[in-house]
């Protein structure tokens, strides 16, 4: 294999659209415990109530859920599924009431096409419903209720599946929900749905914002059993550094990056995970373009550079004061809801109740700003 095909062929290690890809050849687990473990401890001592990874954008929460899944897939009782929620249906686009249950029953009617069960006639009929629905509104063919006056709503099909198999309590894990934009909109959708899933014996685990985190979303996030965070980590430390480093050392089987240039990805993306794997894509890819037989600090400078363009894009003015304020250590005078969104994004951490850090790809432009 040439160099460039070699260079090629690590690349696809560093992928971030397919976060469940060979999971158990690419993913480092942490040795003090992961949210994900946490989550599957708690369903197999009991599954009743809902849960919810909450993490950053690129924070880790979808390898959580399925280290989840992967904990609770075949224990005894349990119907454990996952799917990403976005690709069902209509996916995301338009949350409205019942749109988690819609996602829910077609997640279970896919689980059930690949693990069947025998099911009596009226389940059967059901699941058709829900997979025909599914692929209705996927077409645009159907906004919202079912207007067949012959078919039962996606609630009453639910309903008539779930009781095919009464001493099993059917687990879904569903991923992107965080992508709801509008946290309102989110809130209302846990709000209307979850009661009703719970009635019905059904266990919803699902991604979250990290809003739910502050200010009145907290309070209305008590609809969860539990809330699992999912920390950034900090490369100060240097159990969490280790981590980082093994994180990449799985994706970099062939040890083509050099030990500057991993230590250089590791502080530039500030514990974040998709932005240290973002920073191996790049570092990779420049290595391709170059003549060398390895990954060197050169590229993961080159490397750096890209990616901060991107974590800095679309900033606000309201934005970069904020940064400042935290960097110079002043006291915050942007509005919380401003606050959030830096969190959200990874461009602001959390490493304590009221005490951020600035991901390091943008302290150093902050410090400029400020000079």
């Not at 279970?108 to 997979?131: K, M, S």
Request: glycine share 8%.
């Amino acid at each position: 294999m040439d160099r460039r095909a070699t260079f090629s062929a690590l690349s696809t290690n560093f992928n971030v659209t397919q976060p469940w890809r060979g999971f158990d050849e690419l993913y480092a687990a942490q040795p003090w415990g992961s949210a994900g473990e946490e989550v599957a401890r708690s369903l197999s001592l009991d599954a009743r109530g809902h849960h919810v990874l909450i993490g950053a954008i690129g924070s880790g929460k979808s390898t959580e859920l399925y280290r989840a899944w992967r904990g609770v897939h075949g224990d005894r009782g349990l119907l454990a599924f996952i799917e990403d929620a976005d690709l069902l249906g209509d996916g995301l686009t338009s949350p409205r009431p019942g749109l988690l249950a819609e996602r829910v029953g077609e997640a279970l009617v896919q689980n059930l096409e690949r693990e069947p069960l025998r099911l009596p006639e009226i389940a059967l009929q059901a699941a058709d419903r829900i997979r025909r629905r599914g692929r209705r509104v996927a077409e645009g063919l159907l906004a919202g209720d079912d207007l067949d006056p012959t078919s039962a709503d996606p609630w009453s099909d639910l309903k008539l599946l779930r009781g095919a198999f009464p001493e099993t309590t059917p687990v879904a894990f569903l991923d992107s929900l965080d992508r709801v934009r509008s946290i309102s909109e989110y809130l209302t959708l846990l709000e209307h749905d979850l009661p009703r899933l719970g009635a019905l014996d059904i266990c919803v685990v699902m991604t979250g914002p990290i809003d739910l985190l502050f200010g009145v979303a907290r309070e209305r996030s008590q609809v969860f059993r539990e809330l699992h965070v999912v920390r950034t980590l900090d490369p100060s430390r240097d159990a969490h550094a280790r981590f980082l480093d093994a994180v990449l050392g799985r994706r970099d089987v062939a040890g083509l990056f050099m030990p500057d240039a991993r230590t250089r990805m590791i502080a530039d993306c500030g514990g974040h995970l998709r932005h240290l794997i973002a920073l191996g894509f790049a570092a990779v890819r420049a290595a391709q373009r170059g003549t060398g037989e390895a990954v060197t600090l050169k590229e993961a400078t080159e490397a750096s550079r890209r990616v901060a363009e991107e974590v800095a894009s679309g900033l606000l003015p309201q934005s970069w004061k904020a940064l400042e304020e935290i960097v110079s250590g002043a006291p915050l005078t942007v509005e919380e809801a401003s606050l959030v969104g830096l969190i959200r994004t990874a461009r602001v951490f959390e490493t304590e109740p009221g005490a951020f850090r600035v991901h390091p790809l943008l302290r150093e432009r902050v410090l400029q700003k400020v000079a």
